[in-house]
């Protein structure tokens, strides 16, 4: 039976004196056990607190400790669950990262002169790049049709005296479900080299550097054979 503070402090009297029945004394001991009011109010009446049966304050401890424990394990379920449904909800929505194996990716040097062809069996030389006119272009499609979403940085490598002696796109690729926004069939990312850049170094080279689920590949243009040494 859970009696009110009124109720305890109305029966402490007797209590204090020992006037009480034992089933009585033993309702006031249990309220006593978990309230600091009434508590203060017993010493307030000179009486001594009850004695604490043998064993009392480890068993404390013990519920204290489990208490934590339940806590604890209540936490990490939550934060688990939690994990598992954002790695569900990231998979299915931003996607699953490419493999290697699994797009076509081809290189090409595109003419940006107004009014002006590319030919596409001519490698670009590095006085055209300086002059804007040609770009290196890389281009990803999915092996199976799959929408492909991107994520595409600048890259640029210097030698020793700060001229740009690479530089173009660090490629991250994820494949998508249909319905995902954002995705396409296959992406696209020109790099052209700036004018105000200065004179291209002799061994300049458009670089993509493609970052897959099993490794990073590199697509060269100069390997490739799109730049033109002597030029």
Same mark, same amino acid.
């Given at each position: 039976?859970k009696?009110?503070?009124?109720v305890?402090r ?5 209590y204090a ?5 034992a089933?009585?004394a033993?309702l006031?001991e249990e309220?006593l056990?978990?309230? /600091?009011a009434c508590r203060?109010?017993?010493g ?6 009850p004695?604490?049966?043998e064993?009392?304050e480890p068993?404390r401890r013990?519920?204290?400790?489990w208490r934590r424990?339940?806590v604890?394990?209540?936490?990490t379920a ?6 598992v449904?954002?790695?569900?909800f ?10 290697a194996? !699994? ?5 090409e040097?595109q003419w940006? %002169?107004s ?7 001519k490698?670009?030389s590095r006085? !055209?790049?300086e002059?804007g006119n040609w770009s %290196?272009?890389?281009h990803?499609r999915s092996?199976?049709?799959?929408n492909?979403?991107?994520?595409? !940085?600048?890259?640029?490598?210097t030698?020793e ?6 530089a173009g796109y ?6 998508v479900?249909d319905?995902a926004?954002?995705g396409? %069939?296959?992406?696209t990312?020109?790099y052209g080299y700036?004018n105000?850049?200065?004179p291209i /170094?002799?061994?300049f080279?458009?670089?993509f ?5 099993d490794?990073?590949v ?14």
């Amino acid at each position: 039976m859970k009696l009110s503070c009124d109720v305890i402090r109305d029966l402490l009297p007797l209590y204090a004196d020992r006037a009480a029945s034992a089933d009585t004394a033993a309702l006031v001991e249990e309220h006593l056990a978990s309230c /600091p009011a009434c508590r203060e109010e017993l010493g307030r009446l000179g009486a001594a607190l009850p004695a604490e049966p043998e064993g009392a304050e480890p068993l404390r401890r013990f519920k204290r400790r489990w208490r934590r424990r339940q806590v604890l394990i209540a936490v990490t379920a939550v934060v688990a669950t939690a994990a598992v449904a954002a790695g569900i909800f990231l998979t299915c929505f931003w996607g699953r990262r490419v493999a290697a194996g !699994e797009v076509e990716v081809s290189l090409e040097l595109q003419w940006s %002169g107004s009014g002006l062809e590319a030919d596409p069996g001519k490698a670009g030389s590095r006085g !055209e790049l300086e002059q804007g006119n040609w770009s %290196g272009v890389i281009h990803v499609r999915s092996s199976d049709e799959k929408n492909l979403r991107s994520r595409v !940085e600048p890259f640029s490598e210097t030698d020793e005296n700060g001229v740009t002696v690479r530089a173009g796109y660090v490629m991250d690729l994820w494949e998508v479900p249909d319905w995902a926004p954002s995705g396409s %069939g296959g992406i696209t990312a020109g790099y052209g080299y700036p004018n105000e850049a200065g004179p291209i /170094p002799e061994d300049f080279d458009i670089v993509f550097i493609v970052r897959y689920r099993d490794g990073a590949v590199t697509y060269s243009a100069r390997e490739m054979g799109l730049l033109d040494p002597a030029g």
